[in-house]
């Protein structure tokens, strides 16, 4: 009997896939309409290192709307994919006063002077993403790995929805008791997708 043929599944990069979800500018502007207890935070995270191939970078910015100059979240995620076919972004801080690269997700060529070898890993924070059906991915931070000392917490947990429109992100700290200590308590901050300038 002659073989059946068949159409090849094409095959997924998991970690370009999430570097492409991430990337761009966001607002949680809508969401914080409808429920004063989040606030109006802007978010943006544009590539940078894009001569690197063997993994996918991105600077990380986060401010509030009424204080776009004095972001109060600066990182570095480097997505890889896993064997299990899904990926992981790796967090990093910025050396010295990361204040003095606020700004930078509207202008990346301001990290020109910046290496990989200059930040530092948040070992235990990284967050697993598992590809959906529906192409969205969606992880969290491995139980109580990422250690906090922030407003009393022992350790800090992350859960992220990626979709083509949205990112929904849910940071919390807790005490060593497992005691929720800072975060949004009734959900994720919903951040939507800005169109491109």
Known sequence: LAACASTPTPTVDPAAEVAGLLEGRYSSQRQSHMD???FDVRLGMPRIWRERTDEHWLYVEQ??????DRPYRQRVYRIEAT??????SHVYTLPGDPLRF???HL????????EPTDLEERRGCAIYLTRRDDGSYAGAT???????DLRGAHYATSEV???ERRLDSWDRGHDREGRQVW???AGPYRFDRLPAE
């Open 183 to 185: 975060g949004a308590e």
């Open 142 to 148: 491995r139980e109580r790995d990422c250690p906090s």
């Open 102 to 104: 606020a700004g930078a």
């Open 161 to 163: 929805v990626l979709t």
């Open 36 to 38: 004063p207890a989040y």
């Open 63 to 68: 401010a509030m709307a009424t204080a776009l």
């Open 83 to 88: 064997p299990e076919g899904g990926a992981v």
């Open 107 to 114: 202008d990346p060529a301001s990290l020109a002077g910046l």
